[in-house]
């Protein structure tokens, strides 16, 4: 007797499901946070910054575009990028994000999102009982991860332990040439990891300067603006907002 295709089957294997199933598992894994969920490359204004800062701006936006469609070449050296402006607010996580989005829904590719201090902290939890996940587990996920977004390093705390930490994750990362995008308030150069050597106490230890070798070798820089548009967009969200409270 020949076999009629159920309906249920049908759904069962339509790519199209299959595809959504896929974005959502990946989206599960991203951690990306829930105000750039959406965010996109294309939809980066350069026009909210002030003039003398738009064409940096710009060329920020035309080296993530590029970073985007040449992925396979980058991915193939273990290549990142290293997101950097004194001034917070300048957009770089909202770059970051909007890389990562365009990487998951045209490269396919596993992002996950944290910032370095969640990163520490969620380490520091498996040591307790504050961790559904074994420690192995954690530092498995960030050393593994195709793409991991590394947000605002270089505030954390430096102590030995987080030193520790960050060497062991960046080296393996490195060693596999999983990708790495880094975002920060402070030039690669600038970074400093050291610790007091608490047995001589005007000696410190070298192991920051392996760390920002890692990163050097692991990241292209990108220089963002020198301007916090976070309040400029927080001040026309109000406005828009007041105006419907006020009846216009």
Known sequence: MRHTQTMYEKLAICPCREE???DRELREISQIPKSFEDATINSFNVFIYNEDNVDIAKSAKIQAANFVKHFDTFKKAGKGLYLYSSIKGSGKTRLACSIANALMKQHNVKVHFTTTLD?????????G???SFSFEEIIDMYKSVDVLVLDDIGVENVTPWAVEKFTQ???ERMEKKNVTIFTSNIDVGSLDFKTKNYYKEDFYDNESERIVSRISKMAVEVAMPE???REYQAEEENREFSKILIGE
Do not use: A, C, H, P
Request: proline content about 0%.
């Open 129 to 131: 009982n504050g961790s």
């Open 169 to 171: 994750i960046l080296n």
């Open 227 to 229: 301007e916090n548009v």
């Open 119 to 127: 990163l520490l902290d969620n380490i520091r939890k498996t040591y």
């Open 20 to 22: 959504k199933q896929k």
